[in-house]
Structure formats: structure tokens, C-alpha cells
């Protein structure tokens, strides 16, 4: 049976079958013949001219067929002249599953004078659907999420797309979906953009060879509201977002946990997370939030940006997070104003809160287990330590617009603002 190819390059010669020269001739020589990367329907056949004697090659390639000994008059690829020895090398593809080829190289030198090299035998492999893995979905925003996925095995053939697809109800493919991705490699990762918000999706990783598309496991996944109108209910309160700058923010002091009095340590290790009411009075913590201290916030975990006892989806902000923060607000020296609520303060020291982000005085819990500066100050922790026993956060004031960044016992009890996860 003839094998038809698609040929990339020089296309099949038709020359007239010239005399042949055999091996060993000292007017032209072409080394053997190496098969490497052989799959379902493609190979790669690589060999070299050995000498050119005294004389140019007017043409050189390769000739194949499912018979033995082909020639020039059988299948083959003409790769034009050369003037000097060196490797050659084909890629065939088009090629038939599970069927044996024979296959010559060969020269032909400006006298017409043919030189093959010996008979190579090779047998393509079985093709079968490529087998593909779908990662998890990650960084999901209201209009855009990232996954990818691994092609565990190519099933003998060549992958000619691959990615993910999702859509909205039923299962994803390509025949059935919202949109896809067309990604490289036998690992990627997709940008998948142009989702609608609030909105449950599933999704599948697919690769295609020439046999057809296999797909991975379906992920289910959700966008999310975007911020300013999104909400969280967390401990049955329901906590408002605002976008500042690039960063999703809280709008309302976290208001977690079981009340202990401030007399009492909080434990972290408790699975009943704790917190402080100013004055050991729950309408505090109504009005201001809960004060917690350090390890209670990190629930002893010392990783920067980590959940903490934020809810689902939201993180403690690290120390830079909150400088990106004021900087957006035009740096430390201002930025107090603007984040400062517009009510509440002591002696009229209320902000602008051009911000939204809605700062509340709720004082603090000192170390001796005191309550302090209710309606005066504002003590905000961040998930960053500065040392084995104390961690940066950040103060306002009522007397002055500055947001300043201060390192404190992790045995206080500070105010916590959670931002959401990108």
C-alpha cells in the first residue's frame, strides 16, 4: 500500500532513475540511517552525507515504502543539493498506525550517478486518545480564573491543541461550551478571561491527536461578585467590600470569636477562636469589632499573608500589602485622613474616609490585660512579624491624619481588617 505524506519542504521528486553506485564507491557515500521520536503517524529519519568525493550532490533525501528496497522511483523527498558531507534528517508524518516502512537514503551526484544507503526497517506504534489531568482553579476574580493541566501521555500520536473549556451547566467540551483556551506544552496553564460574575462554572483540560480529544476531570468553580458589591456572611455577620487601589478590603473591623475578659490570655490553639470586647462589654464589639492578639489572629502560623481567622477567600494583610495600601492614599503622612471613618473619633478627630475604607477607633487591649483609647486610636495588626514576640501593625490617630506603622507585643489585643485574596 502507497503511503501518501504531507510533505513541509521540498516537496516529492520525480527524477529519472539513475545508475546506482554501491557502496563504498569513492565518488559518493551516504552513511546509514537512524530512526528516532517513531509515534502513530510521524518518525523522524536522520543520516549524513559521508563524502562528496570531487563532484557537488545535485540532490539528496530519502525514499520509503510498506516494500522492500525502495528507490527514487518509490515515495521520496528530494532536500535539494549539497556541497559538502554532514547530516540530513526528515520529519514524516501522515504516516499509517501499526504498519512497517522500509526506508533508504540516498545522493545523486552531477553525473546522475545514485548512491542509497542500507535498508532501514521501522514499525509505527498504535495510536490511542492522549490522556490529560485538569488542575485546580485558582485566583478566581469576578470576571477572569487560572487553571491548566498535564498531558500525562500523547497516546502515540501529536498534539495538535490543547487547554481548557468550561461552561455554565452540564459537562464541558468542545463541542459543548462557553469558551476555551489553546495552550502549549504538555504542562500549561490557562488565563481563562470573559466570565460572567457570581457564576458557577465547570471545567475540563482537553488534548487533541489525530485519533480525537480526550478530556480531564471536571472542576467546578465560581466567580466572584466583584468588590464593592460583594459580601461576606462570616459568623452570621454580614461584612461589605470596598476596592481601593487594586486590593479588596473589608469594610467593618472583624467581629469573631467567643468572648474571653481581657484578664485571660487568648489560646491559639483553642478551635473555638477567642476575642477581646473593649471593656469585656459585647456592644463594643458590635460597635468596633473584636480586639484579638497576634497568635490568636495567625492561629499560630507565622506565614505573612496567610487566612488566620478571616473567612474563606481572605487573608490577614502582610505589612506590605498595607503599605501598598497608603501609599495608594497618598503615602503615610495623608493617608490617616482618608481612612479614617467620618464619625466616632475623640474631640471632632474624624477622617475623611474618601477611602471607604470606614477605620474605626476601637482602642486597644494592653498587655496587662487593660482596655485603652477607645474612640482615640485605631491599632490595625498585619500577618508580619518583627521578631519572636512581636509583630508590625499599624495606628491611627484622632489628633492627626498620619498612618503610622509601629512593631508590637503580639500579646496585644489589636483591631483586625481582613483584605481578599487576589
Known amino acids: 500500500m502507497v503511503l501518501l505524506l504531507i510533505l513541509v519542504a521540498a516537496g516529492f521528486s520525480s527524477c529519472k532513475k539513475g545508475p546506482e553506485v554501491e557502496a563504498g564507491s569513492s565518488r559518493i557515500a551516504v552513511g546509514g540511517i537512524n530512526m528516532d521520536k517513531v509515534k502513530a503517524t510521524s518518525s523522524l529519519a536522520i543520516s549524513s552525507i559521508v563524502s562528496a568525493g570531487l563532484k557537488n550532490l545535485t540532490d539528496h533525501g530519502f525514499c520509503w515504502s510498506t516494500t522492500p528496497m525502495p528507490d527514487i522511483s518509490s515515495q521520496h523527498i528530494s532536500l535539494g543539493s549539497a556541497t559538502s558531507p554532514g547530516p540530513f534528517k526528515y520529519a514524516f508524518t ?8 522500509y526506508i533508504r537514503a540516498y545522493v545523486i551526484d552531477d553525473k546522475q550517478y545514485i548512491m542509497y544507503s542500507q535498508q532501514k526497517i521501522f514499525t509505527t506504534l498504535e495510536l490511542t486518545l492522549p490522556t490529560v489531568s485538569t488542575d485546580s482553579v485558582s485566583m478566581q476574580t469576578s470576571t477572569t480564573a487560572l487553571c491548566g493541566g498535564v498531558i500525562n501521555k500523547d497516546g502515540n500520536g501529536n498534539i495538535a491543541a490543547s487547554g481548557v473549556c468550561w461552561v455554565i ?14 495552550d502549549t506544552g504538555a504542562v500549561f496553564t490557562s488565563h481563562i478571561s470573559g466570565l460572567l460574575p457570581d457564576t458557577s462554572y465547570q471545567l475540563t483540560a482537553y488534548a487533541t491527536n489525530e485519533m480525537g480529544t480526550a478530556y480531564g476531570a471536571v472542576r467546578t468553580f465560581s466567580t466572584r461578585l466583584p468588590c ?14 470596598v476596592l481601593i487601589g487594586t486590593q479588596c478590603w473589608m469594610k467593618e473591623n472583624l467581629n469573631i470569636g467567643e468572648r474571653i475578659n481581657g484578664s485571660q490570655n487568648q489560646d491559639p490553639l483553642n478551635l473555638v477562636v477567642q476575642k477581646y470586647c473593649f471593656n469585656d462589654d459585647e456592644t463594643n464589639c458590635t460597635l468596633y469589632g473584636g480586639l484579638y492578639q497576634w497568635d490568636e489572629v495567625m492561629r499560630s502560623s507565622a506565614t505573612p499573608g496567610g487566612q488566620g481567622i478571616c473567612p474563606k477567600g481572605w487573608h490577614l494583610p502582610a ?8 501609599a495608594f492614599l497618598g503615602g503615610d503622612s495623608v493617608a490617616g485622613t482618608k481612612l479614617k471613618s467620618a464619625t466616632g473619633w475623640y474631640n471632632n478627630g474624624n477622617g475623611t474616609n474618601t477611602s471607604g475604607f470606614t477605620a474605626l477607633p476601637g482602642g486597644n487591649r494592653g498587655n496587662d490585660g ?3 483609647n477607645l474612640t482615640q486610636l485605631g491599632y490595625f495588626w498585619t500577618s508580619s512579624q518583627a ?11 484622632a489628633d492627626t491624619s ?3 506603622k509601629y512593631n508590637s507585643f503580639k500579646t496585644n489585643g489589636f483591631s483586625v481588617r481582613c483584605v481578599r485574596n487576589p
Not at 387 to 397: C, F, H, I, T, Y
Request: glycine share 12%.
Open 319 to 326: 505589612d506590605d500589602e498595607w503599605t501598598v495600601l497608603t
Open 228 to 241: 464593592g458589591q460583594a459580601t461576606v456572611v462570616y459568623g452570621s455577620i454580614t461584612y461589605h467590600s
Open 169 to 182: 451547566g452540564g459537562a464541558p467540551s468542545l463541542n459543548h461550551c462557553n469558551g476555551y483556551t489553546t
Open 402 to 404: 498620619l498612618t503610622t
Open 370 to 372: 487593660s482596655f485603652n
Open 387 to 397: 521578631g519572636s514576640s512581636e509583630a508590625w501593625n499599624r495606628k491611627l490617630s
Open 94 to 101: 501522515g504516516l499509517i498506525p501499526l504498519t512497517a516502512y
